[in-house]
């Protein structure tokens, strides 16, 4: 196990809070059948957020938002 000292040091909190949460909120409401990686070239080309898909999953699921393929 490297020490502390020696580990890239990351910031493991999401990137998407207050304002940004909101967009995401309005992108599922507007087409709640969208991709998460739709969700992920929105948030990119708009705020230039850059987020991976599992982070998006993982926002998803703690504001309740949830998307549904239409058939």
């Known amino acids: 196990m490297k020490s502390p000292q020696n580990r890239k040091e990351e910031d493991r909190r999401s990137k998407i809070k207050g304002k940004n949460e909101e967009l ?3 992108i599922v409401r507007e087409q709640n059948d969208i991709y998460l990686r739709e ?5 990119q080309e708009s705020k230039e957020i850059k987020v ?5 999953s993982r926002t998803l699921k703690r ?3 949830g998307r549904k393929k239409k058939l």
């Open 52 to 56: 991976s898909v599992s982070s998006l």
């Open 24 to 26: 995401v909120k309005a």
């Open 63 to 65: 504001l309740d938002l």
């Open 39 to 43: 969700i992920k070239e929105k948030l």
